[in-house]
């Protein structure tokens, strides 16, 4: 058990996560991000009541949560699936996105993703990704997304969750638990993993089960405020996500051809692509609430 710290008659166990960074479970039995924790732990060496209240400023930030899907990636240059009439850069999914299609030719499939990784490594992040990073400065943010490349860490966003994997990591085709970075865009097709089996990307296919759902939805069940943008919510059960979101939480839909939607109604539309929207909406945000 790490140290203990009383702060408004509250305690507070400065501890570690399991990666070995600081984390402190706060009062209400959550884990703050590890941003603000750092914030938290910088503060402590300095005046108390400045502590205090700078700690509650923190813990009463708005939740934000961002789904985003493959049209936040568009203006990267990563193509985005439903836009290429339901084929994936030439594909059919069911050629290169089930484990099928890796069972019957692990080589196509290898490629397919060296070829999305080689791509990814070659692209930057755009205004969309960098305006979403910006948001933390004021908000409490959790960015959930669909996408497999890593533009939204790269543009400084702290807290994303990956429903479908990333590709930049490669995973045992034994044990998918089992992940490892990967050094430069290709995984060959003789690299093993610890227990010997062949490495495919870290990505979740279609047909297989996604590990993260479960987290997702405690995520959007807590929004303050919902934004997806760039989705045209085809894929479950990542579509489904939006029906967590409680109805009276302020939502956002931001994409060019905005998809249909469940509960239309109680979402605020800006049909403009995400380079254009996501700045508009987030600097209304910064600058008001
Ligand atoms: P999708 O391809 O099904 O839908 C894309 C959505 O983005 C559409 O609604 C489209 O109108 C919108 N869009 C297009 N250009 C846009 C722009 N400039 N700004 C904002 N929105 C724009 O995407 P999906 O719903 O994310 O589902 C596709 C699946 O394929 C995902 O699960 C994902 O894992 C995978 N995928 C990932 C990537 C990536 O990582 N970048 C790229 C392609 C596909």
New binding site residues.
Partial sequence: MGKAIRLYGSLFFVDKFIDGRDAIPCVSGNFVRRRNTLRFLQMLSGDAKYCVSTWHQIINMKKIVVLT???????SG??????SDGL?EGYNIEEVATPEAWRRNPALVQDFYNMRRKAVLEASPNAAHYALASLEEKYDVTIIT????DLHERAGSTNVVHL?GIITRSQSSKNPNLTYPVEGWEIKMDEVCELGSPLRAHVVWFGEAVPMIETAAQICAEAELFIL???????YP?AGLVHYVPQNTPKYI????I?QLHQDKSFIKIEE??TVGVPQLINELLITD
Wanted: net charge neutral; charged share 25%.
């Fill in positions: 899907g493959a049209g936040i990636s568009a203006e990563l193509k985005t699936f439903r836009d994936w669909q996408n497999i490349d479908h943008v760039g989705s045209s919510l085809a894929v990542a931001i994409d060019p051809r998809p692509k995400a």
